[in-house]
């Protein structure tokens, strides 16, 4: 057990709806990143926060936000669905979120299926 | 940019033999980190190792070593004794050696180990 929690962890839903996806991060880790796993894009990093504030962004659709709240879970919402969108969606965290080799430990993901 | 190539996309061992799992890369940088990282059925990313580029070396986590080329830019996973629990799909992955880099992963390997 990396100590990363995600909920749910399946979601079923429809084109055009909107799902949010929650983390809590390890116990002491104040940077939380987000990645999408789908077939034929692979891995993909999404989002990281640290803190509270956006770090970094990557391959994030605009469709897609996130946020990280004071306690230091996070959410990604995800809206406006599109079957392209069916996923698994892991977060990550890590002590200090700087990169430079740090270790991200991850959460066992959330499973979006859009019909 | 950063590319990670697993070119091999199954690969099978028996159980308690030795097996190898390929992993070049690509990049201009001279400081970075490499990682592998393994998903069992369980769908959950559990970090295997890790391997700074500085550092000649090559890392080691009990059955689980690394083949670090730098010159070649080839980072191979060697896992001793395979057990039954080591199957999973595995991942390599690359993170520059500077602030707020993010993870880039491979394609990964299927590995089955046959009992």
């Known amino acids: 057990d990396s100590g990363v929690t995600q909920t749910p962890k399946h979601l079923i839903t429809a084109t055009g709806q909107r799902v949010t996806l929650r983390c809590s991060p390890r116990?002491?880790?104040?940077?939380v990143y987000w990645y999408q796993q789908s077939l034929d894009q692979g891995l993909q990093f999404l989002i990281q926060?640290?803190?509270?504030?956006?770090?970094a962004k990557g391959n994030i659709l605009e469709r897609f936000s996130a946020q990280q709240f004071p306690d230091l879970h996070s959410e990604l919402n995800l809206s406006s669905l599109e079957l392209g969108d069916s996923a698994l969606y892991f977060c990550?965290?890590?002590?200090?979120?700087?990169?430079?080799?740090?270790?991200?430990?991850f959460g066992s993901g959330t499973q979006l299926s859009v019909l | 940019a950063q590319t990670v190539t697993q070119s091999q996309p199954e690969m099978s061992v028996q159980e308690a033999e030795t097996v190898t799992l390929s992993c070049t890369y690509d990049t201009s940088e001279n400081n970075y980190y490499l990682f592998w990282y393994k998903q069992p059925p369980s769908r959950q990313m559990i970090l295997v190792i890790r391997q700074e580029a500085y550092k000649q070396q090559n890392a080691t986590e009990n059955r689980f070593s690394v083949n670090f080329q730098k010159a070649a830019k080839s980072f191979s996973l060697k896992i001793s004794d395979s057990q039954l629990g080591d199957t999973a799909m595995y991942f390599c992955?690359?993170?520059?050696?500077?602030?707020?880099?993010?993870?880039?992963f491979g394609k990964g390997i299927t590995l089955s180990v046959r009992p």
């Open positions: 990550a965290s890590s002590v200090v979120g700087t990169g430079n080799g740090e270790k991200l430990f």
């Open positions: 116990s002491g880790d104040l940077s």
């Open positions: 992955a690359f993170m520059k050696g500077e602030a707020n880099s993010k993870l880039t």
């Open positions: 926060y640290y803190n509270g504030e956006e770090r």
